[in-house]
Nanobody, 124 residues
Framework: QVQLVESGGGLVQAGGSLRLSCAAS????????MGWFRQAPGKEREFVAA????????YYADSVKGRFTISRDNAKNTVYLQMNSLKPEDTAVYYC?????????????????WGQGTQVTVSS
């Protein structure tokens, strides 16, 4: 059983930056591909970014490509999401997730473990 705890959310002005972190415990972190998803009020959860077990490949939603960067440190059991040039439409609860599909996935159903989420609010 893998436990995931997100941190780093908060309130930021449009154009600003935040870095989210997700600390994993209870499993072999390097055995999992990792992803970030988000859910805005009244909307369905959507894919943001994913990274393979080794960090060799990354995937991004078109809406964040060029602004967000996902990375991982297997020695620290942590995955990160660097978010730059934030927009009000990026406002959402951001969730970290772990997938046994080590080659990576963009589908929420392929992720086995989820964190509780961290709120990101971008003001205009």
């Amino acid at each position: 059983q893998v436990q995931l705890v997100e941190s780093g959310g908060g309130l930021v002005q449009a154009g600003g930056s935040l870095r989210l972190s997700c600390a994993a415990s209870g499993g072999t972190f390097s055995s999992y591909a990792m992803g970030w998803f988000r859910q805005a009020p009244g909307k369905e959860r959507e894919f943001v970014a994913a990274i393979t077990w080794s960090g060799g490949s990354t995937y991004y939603a078109d809406s964040v490509k060029g602004r967000f960067t996902i990375s991982r440190d297997n020695a620290k059991n942590t995955v990160y999401l660097q978010m730059n040039s934030l927009k009000p439409e990026d406002t959402a609860v951001y969730y970290c997730a772990a997938s046994g599909y080590t080659t990576g996935s963009v589908v929420a159903g392929d992720f086995d473990y989820w964190g509780q989420g961290t709120q990101v609010t971008v003001s205009s």
